[in-house]
Each structure stands twice: as C-alpha cells, then as structure tokens.
C-alpha cells in the first residue's frame, strides 16, 4: 500500500512553469513505477508522463514531450513533474500514480494501482 499525495498546482501564465511534486507515504517505493497523469475539463484522464523504479527511464505524452520533466527522489519517496512553458491546453488536474511492477514495463501503458487526490493546474492566457 501507498499513499499518495501532491501540491504545486496552481495558475500560472502562459509561458510559465509550474513544479509539481508527489509524496508517497508507505513502504517499496523505490520499486514503484511512478506516473503523472491529467484530467482536462470534459476530458478522460490521459497519460502524461511516466518514470521507471530507478529512474533511468522515462516516458511522455507527445504534447509534453520537451516541456515537461518528470524526475524522482527515491530516498524521499518523492516524484516530481516540471512543467514550462505552459499552455491553456495544459489546464487540468493532475494526479500523481504509483504501478506496483507487472510484466514488461511499458510506461506510457501504464495501469496505476495507486492514486494521488490531484491538483489543479490553470493556465491563462
């Protein structure tokens, strides 16, 4: 079991930057996949972006690819998503999710069993 919880939302210009951050409360989470996903308004939640357990791979929702970073501390059981150059089709929740490993990692597939409540990220033009 995990807990997941982030903050960082907020509303911000377009061309700004946002730094989300997840933390995880529980036990194994360095043998987590970890993934950020989004929930546009009148949207289904989407893949965004996608971590291996140590890191050393990654993955992205093409509209983020170059934008956005997603990054973990495994000693803080901590996740991280940098956001820059934001733009209106950004805004969503955006919730933080944890993929006990199953099979062959796959991140842009991935098939969270845990998830974080969310935050909302605006952002105006």
């Known amino acids: 079991q995990v807990y997941l919880v982030e903050s960082g939302g907020g509303s911000v210009q377009a061309g700004g930057s946002l730094r989300l951050s997840c933390e995880a409360s529980?036990?194994?989470?360095?043998?987590?996949?970890m993934g950020w996903f989004r929930r546009a308004p009148g949207k289904v939640r989407e893949f965004v972006a996608g971590?291996?357990?140590?890191?050393?791979?990654?993955a992205y929702l093409d509209s983020v690819n170059g934008r956005f970073t997603i990054s973990r501390d495994n000693a803080k059981s901590a996740a991280y998503l940098q956001m820059n150059n934001l733009g209106p089709e950004d805004t969503a929740v955006y919730y933080c999710a944890a993929e006990w490993p199953k099979g062959v990692m796959v991140l842009r597939a991935m098939d969270p069993d845990y998830w974080g409540p969310g935050t909302p990220v605006t952002v105006f033009s």
């Open positions: 971590i291996s357990p140590d890191g050393s791979s990654r």
């Open positions: 529980g036990r194994s989470f360095s043998t987590y996949r």
